[in-house]
């Protein structure tokens, strides 16, 4: 079997193993083996030659995302081993908790390396419907809400990027012929110049729609904050961290697609102001959150908006802005729900005003917490901050009248973001949840792996070494 | 790849066939009802695709006319019944949009398909550019129900009859590839949200684009928003992480 196979398909074994397993400590370490193996499969990947096999194809695009799925699966399978005993689950939760996780990591996986636009969008699916069981697993009316909600939306969002598929096959179908090789990616872009722009236009539109609407952009982002807000932490920062990233992989290839096509209408434009539209939206939208996960769910929505910006400016420069974007945002956020997790778990409330003066009570996780808002937020040497000040350079030198309302909004998010950083982090302390503190294994699995990410997220900002630069180079050519 | 003049036809008459169940959905009050013409929905998907399969010498449609026979027509129909009678919902009447504004909008919906999809595809054959205008008018008249319907079995219906249409539009095409696993991946995405609605007793859809009633669900207002009684079979387990 070929690596790329064995990397989707490893998590997915482990899921039937981690379903069959009733003990909390016992599915929890399994959990965190099978995660550790995946990174391992992750990193030999590195090393794989790029090109085709069967319905998959390794190439510079996919290898550091897929990597970057594997460390934050790690991290999070570590964290939810500090924290799953304190859920209270039933063994019946505890299963669909554990096997649903590993279910979304191989489907992501999957996402990112199929070559295949039909494959891809099963990858998608499998894990929209993972996603959406580790939201609904509390089962409190919030959750079941919020799941709901999440399904409906995505659900309509990912038909209507089946129909896109269906359309760019037909598109595609005079010059490819029958058989697999018509829905293949790189085929597809080979041929695109060739094929009927009309149908292009209106498949990329579906496409656009679609997968936008899992990426979360505004208008189609309703979804997003509750969803992260009502599930487990763990979720939330895989949610944050990786499915956003395969979403908005699946949109990025769609506008390969079609702007290989001259004739087509260019679709960078879209892209730029769905954007837009995403950044201010949630640049104003931080401002009014009184709940610290929904705060950071729009974070979320906003950093998307920045990266398909990024991607729509297009370019060597606007694209390799957009990937380190991506990785960025993945780790960074994904660092501040380990912390906000922790910190709900210690007050008792995700409510702001209920976690305050956490540098008081609990000194290591407040500065913890101090640092990875601050690189969320884009203050350097964090990778936010290098893919922030690339996007604003490249589009106040190509667009300078972008430049304007894009800057606004990144001046308005970051000055949220520093408001509550220190509402949570500075000033007085609230009172703690009543009840037992969480042991020092809490601990423990919640600050290591926000600083392993925050370390990773500093390397990439300020010291990326000569490889991954080039592999990010290499995945910006083929995308711009 | 030249058809005579009948299978032409019937190719069409099968997509009229699925649109006009589309409109019957559209304005069906009863939930009962509802269900019953998305069971005549998936009969006549069934017959298009077996008939696509014949007409296109494409063998493995045979069996994407089987599933959804057995699927659409049958099965999850057979499912929704039991949800209603367990739920106590079949006398249920909705009034969510009246009749002939449900119409009305019905009938402008599928003419904006009909204006997106021919001045587009002019390029292409005229049997693939007519099923696809017929089955993007399904998808957005299910859609359309997704949106005007509040009771969470409508809103699935809708959303089925929605892939429903794709279905159809992934069979007009001649030779599209994994043609049988795309339409079985996304029967199983309908039967998740099936078996959701089942398992957790969901009577009401909450509203996704009404922002004036996200308010109170951003778990920031006083009330926690659910408004489904199935509020109490769903069991409260563990605190907030």
Not at chain 1, 375 to 381: I, L
Request: with cysteine; aromatic share 8%; proline share 4%.
């Amino acid at each position: 079997m070929p690596l790329p196979w064995l990397v989707v398909f490893f998590p997915w074994v482990g899921a039937a193993l981690l379903m069959a397993l009733p003990r909390l400590r016992l599915a929890a370490a399994v959990n965190l083996g099978v995660s550790a193996v995946s990174l391992l499969l992750a990193v030999l990947l590195l090393g794989t030659p790029h090109g085709e096999q069967g319905w998959t194809r390794v190439d510079a695009l996919n290898q550091p995302l897929v990597l970057l799925s594997a460390i934050i699966g790690l991290t999070t399978s570590v964290y939810s081993y500090g924290q799953v005993d304190a859920k209270g689950f039933d063994h019946w939760r505890l299963r669909a908790y554990h096997g649903a996780y590993q279910i979304f990591m191989g489907a992501q996986a999957l996402a990112l390396l199929a070559d295949n636009m039909g494959v891809m969008w099963v990858a998608i699916e499998i894990a929209t419907m993972a996603s959406v069981t580790m939201v609904a697993v509390h089962g409190t009316p919030a959750a079941m809400e919020a799941a709901w909600k999440f399904f409906i939306l995505c659900g309509v969002g990912i038909a209507l990027a089946l129909f896109g598929t269906v359309i760019l096959y037909m598109a595609a179908q005079p010059v490819v012929g029958h058989g697999d090789n018509g829905l293949s990616w790189v085929a597809l872009r080979a041929v695109a110049a060739r094929c009927d722009a009309g149908l292009l236009n209106l498949a990329f539109v579906f496409l656009l729609v679609g997968y936008g609407t899992k990426a979360g952009l505004v208008p189609l982002h309703f979804w997003l904050p509750d969803a992260e807000a009502e599930g487990p932490v763990s979720i939330s920062a895989v949610l944050s961290g990786l499915l956003l990233n395969a979403a908005m992989v699946a949109v990025l290839r769609a506008k390969t697609i079609v702007a290989a096509n001259p004739e087509a209408i260019p679709p960078g434009p879209f892209l730029m102001a769905l954007g837009l539209a995403s950044v201010l939206l949630a640049a104003f939208a931080l401002w009014r959150r009184r709940d610290a996960r929904r705060l950071f769910a729009w974070s979320s929505i906003q950093h998307m908006g920045l990266a398909a910006f990024a991607f729509g400016l297009g370019g060597l420069g606007g694209t390799l802005a957009g990937l380190l974007h991506l990785l960025g945002h993945s780790l960074t956020k994904s660092a501040v729900f380990f912390g906000v997790g922790l910190a709900t778990r210690l007050k008792g409330s995700q409510k702001i005003a209920a976690i305050g003066g956490l540098v008081t009570s609990h000194p290591a996780l407040g500065w913890s917490l101090v640092v990875a808002i601050a690189a969320v937020a884009g203050m350097p040497p964090f990778a936010l901050f290098a893919s922030e000040f690339l996007l604003v350079g490249e589009t106040a030198s190509r667009f300078w009248w972008l430049a304007l309302p894009l800057g606004l909004g990144l001046f308005i998010a970051v000055a949220a973001k520093v408001n509550v950083l220190q509402q949570l982090c500075l000033g007085d302390a609230t009172p703690n949840a009543a009840g037992p503190p969480p042991g020092r294994l809490a601990f423990a699995s919640t600050l290591g792996p926000i600083w392993v990410h925050l370390a990773l997220a500093a390397v990439l900002g300020a010291a990326l070494p000569t490889g991954g630069a080039a592999l990010l180079a290499q995945a910006a050519e083929m995308l711009k | 790849m030249t058809f005579g003049q009948l299978p032409y036809d019937i190719a069409h008459l099968l997509g009229g066939a699925m649109l006009l169940l589309s409109f019957v959905l559209l304005y069906q009050r009863r939930v009962q009802a509802v269900i019953n013409a998305f069971a005549w929905q998936g009969g006549v998907l069934a017959l298009a695709a077996a008939w696509q399969g014949a007409m296109q010498g494409a063998p493995e449609l045979y069996l994407t006319a089987v599933i959804a026979f057995v699927a659409k027509a049958v099965l999850i129909p057979l499912a929704l019944r039991v949800i209603v009678r367990r739920m106590n919902l079949h006398r249920s009447v909705e009034t969510a949009l009246g009749i002939g504004a449900s119409m009305m909008a019905g009938v402008a919906v599928v003419a904006l398909a009909i204006l997106v999809v021919l001045p587009i595809t002019a390029g292409a054959r005229a049997i693939a550019r007519e099923d696809l205008a017929l089955a993007l008018s399904v998808v957005l008249l299910g859609m359309l129900m997704m949106i005007t319907r509040r009771n969470a079995i409508s809103q699935v219906v809708g959303l089925m009859s929605l892939e429903n249409g794709l279905v159809l539009a992934a069979v007009g095409v001649a030779g599209m590839p994994l043609v049988v696993e795309l339409s079985t991946a996304a029967l199983v995405l309908v039967v998740f949200v099936v078996a959701g609605v089942f398992v957790f007793q969901i009577r009401e859809r909450f509203d996704s684009v009404d922002t004036a009633a996200l308010e109170s669900h951003r778990g920031e207002g006083a009330g926690d928003g659910w408004r489904g009684e199935g509020a109490s079979e769903a069991p409260r387990g563990g605190g907030q992480p």
